[in-house]
């Protein structure tokens, strides 16, 4: 499988025992468990060697899972035999991700790929990053919920399938809610949500430069000749209008060559703004097919550049920086349940150093 040579992930990479089977218990109020599975680590243990180094191997694994959202590793991740799970845990002020290796090499077994094992690690990290294991309120399902959100996001920028990326709770989610967990067709929609906000963001099938008709238009003309492109230097034909049951398709109105107009394309978008040589350039909007407003900023040679704000179907929008039709430079993603993320992007992509808030604006360590 692919992501195993891009990730180093097999579980057995994951199983350097740090301490042995000693367990030790600590009082309730000083930590927060969660295990992905649902109820509780009781009596509340953990491996007795806190002071031990973290695992390497699985400390890689993380950053990994960390990398294509821009953040950095703040916890400590070790193995702890005969837990039988994975879970997140503060214990006097510092994190832990503890994994039970056998565990984790025994999902793998029974679904049969590895990203069981990548999306559950995913989990327990967006307890970490989200503040869930800090804020006094011990598991709550709406925890659980935004966790697997984010597991979604992150296996999609990995490179998993949607159904890869719900593998886990699939074979692992609990059919009925509890007190701490959702039932597993939450749990799944909230995979899927994660999964999607990410596609729609970074699309698999994206394709840099669109075809020239869609990208390009020129004006109109009545004949089917075909004008030259500037900013692609390739032949485009000129489109023509249809004004069948008024469905025009073509510039609609103004100057589309040199000036301010209006161009729709055969898949009913369209376009409002500045051209130069046939070509968006300076500032304009782009709209969907249903009307609403897919972009609103700066163009050059037909391409997104400079400060713009896009804005996606399902409710999120990403305002900064462009440079050739991608996110360039500083801006903020805001998702539609009120999160945002404020990061330096390059080629669509958020660097290290970003930082996420929460949707009542609290900042998410």
């Not at 990994?64 to 702890?80: A, Q, Y």
């Not at 490179?159 to 692992?172: F, I, K, P, T, Y």
């Not at 069948?244 to 109105?253: D, E, F, K, L, Q």
Request: with cysteine; hydrophobic share 35%; glycine share 10%.
């Amino acid at each position: 499988m692919p992501v195993k040579a891009a990730l180093s992930l097999p579980v057995f990479l994951l199983s350097a025992a740090l301490t042995g089977p000693l367990m030790a218990q600590m009082p309730a109020q000083d930590m927060f468990i969660c295990k992905y599975t649902g109820g509780t680590v009781g009596p509340q243990v953990v491996c007795n060697n806190l002071n031990s180094p973290s695992n390497g191997h699985a400390e890689k694994v993380v950053d990994r899972i960390l990398k294509p959202i821009g953040l950095m590793r703040n916890f400590k991740v070790m193995e702890c035999a005969n837990t039988d799970n994975c879970f997140a845990t503060v214990v006097k002020g510092q994190r832990f991700i503890i994994y039970d290796a056998a565990f984790m090499q025994g999902i793998e077994e029974e679904t049969e790929t590895d990203w069981s094992a990548i999306s559950i690690m995913a989990h327990e990290i967006g307890h970490h990053l989200q503040g869930h294991t800090i804020d006094g309120r011990g598991g709550q399902p709406q925890k659980e919920i935004e966790a697997d959100k984010f597991s979604g996001f992150v296996l999609h920028q990995l490179g998993s399938s949607l159904d890869e990326a719900m593998v886990a709770v699939r074979a692992l989610g609990d059919e009925r809610a509890t007190s701490t967990h959702p039932a597993k067709p939450a749990r799944l929609d909230a995979i899927r949500k994660g999964w999607l906000e990410a596609e729609a963001m970074y699309p698999k099938s994206r394709v840099l430069v669109k075809a020239p008709t869609a990208m390009a238009p020129k004006a109109i003309a009545t004949n089917n000749s075909a004008t030259p492109s500037r900013s692609s230097g390739v032949t485009r034909p000129v489109v023509a209008p249809s004004t069948t049951n008024r469905a025009t398709v073509g510039c609609i109105s103004g100057d589309c060559e040199d000036g301010t107009g209006t161009f729709v394309y055969p898949t009913r978008e369209r376009y409002a703004g500045e051209f130069e040589e046939g070509d968006k350039h300076g500032e304009g909007v782009e709209y969907y097919a249903d009307g609403r407003v897919k972009y609103k900023g700066n163009f050059r040679d037909n391409l997104r550049t400079d400060y713009g704000v896009y804005f996606f179907l399902n409710g999120d929008k990403y305002a900064g920086w462009f440079q050739k039709n991608m996110p360039n430079g500083k801006g903020t993603y805001y998702f539609a349940d009120g999160g945002r993320l404020v990061a330096t992007f390059k080629n669509g992509q958020p660097v290290a150093g970003g930082v996420f808030y929460k949707a009542d604006g609290t900042r998410a360590d």
